[in-house]
């Protein structure tokens, strides 16, 4: 969907925070986002709104919004983990990423198998299908729309409430790589096999098997990640 036109400023604003253009203690006020961007008060307020809940700034009187320590962003922010993605420290940031999936993802999946009602089961069943019908064609957009369905299927199955709340982090790294072309032009054989044997698994209610099929996906990404092949590149 078209961007706002607060979103479009975010967009720029957000990563000079995040690449240490602007460093902390420094301090951006609404009038010079309204005299840089041409925009009106109230946008510039929704401007400042979003960059408060990344964790960005703090307003302060007579100084403006007065940019933070990385220690006070939301590290799980969609916003905040794309522009960490796309900056200087990017490496960094998909390190800490796939440790992130290899601590939850496969726990999640054992739990799933557990937990997830007839509905998600089936759910779960007909995304790996259909998964598997355009991998075989493409990794293109309805591909990557289905695989991020798939992992925040998983998470909501498995009944832990944080682990949901992990959903749009997932996503944002998956399409993160689809748009900045790091994916191949079909998914590799070996995921889609273990898309494929987890959603199977946990259909039957097999945890250990979901799990060490996850953990296969995750450990193909942290390979593929450290051989700095990024045309193979992959996340899911």
């Not at 726990?107 to 089961?121: F, H, K």
């Not at 997932?170 to 399409?175: D, E, G, K, N």
């Not at 590799?188 to 987890?198: G, L, S, W, Y």
Request: glycine share 6%; hydrophobic share 40%; proline share 6%.
């Amino acid at each position: 969907m078209p961007k706002s036109r607060f979103e479009e400023i975010v967009d720029v604003v957000g990563p000079r925070i995040s690449s240490g253009e602007l460093l902390p203690g420094d301090s951006i006020t609404l009038a010079d986002i309204e005299k840089e961007f041409d925009c009106s008060r109230t946008v510039a307020r929704e401007v400042q709104r979003s960059l408060e809940e990344c964790g960005f700034v703090d307003p302060q009187r007579r100084r403006g919004l007065v940019v933070l320590d990385a220690e006070n962003w939301d590290v799980l922010n969609p916003r905040v983990i794309k522009w960490r993605l796309s900056g200087p420290n990017g490496d960094r940031q998909i390190r800490s990423l796939i440790d992130l999936r290899e601590a939850v993802e496969p726990m999640a999946a054992e739990l799933a198998a557990r937990y997830a009602s007839r509905d998600q089961r089936d759910e779960l069943l007909a995304v790996g299908a259909e998964l598997a019908r355009l991998g075989s064609v493409s990794s293109g957009p309805e591909f990557m729309d289905m695989d991020v369905r798939f992992h925040t299927l998983i998470l909501e199955a498995s009944g832990n409430e944080m682990f949901v709340a992990l959903g749009s982090t997932i996503s944002a790294v998956l399409y993160w790589r689809a748009e900045n072309m790091l994916m191949p032009p079909r998914p590799e054989p070996r995921a889609m096999r273990d898309h494929q044997v987890i959603a199977q698994a946990i259909y039957n209610g097999d945890g250990v098997t979901a799990r060490e099929a996850m953990r296969d996906i995750v450990a193909e990404v942290r390979t593929a990640f450290d051989s700095r092949t990024p045309n193979v590149l992959r996340f899911d």
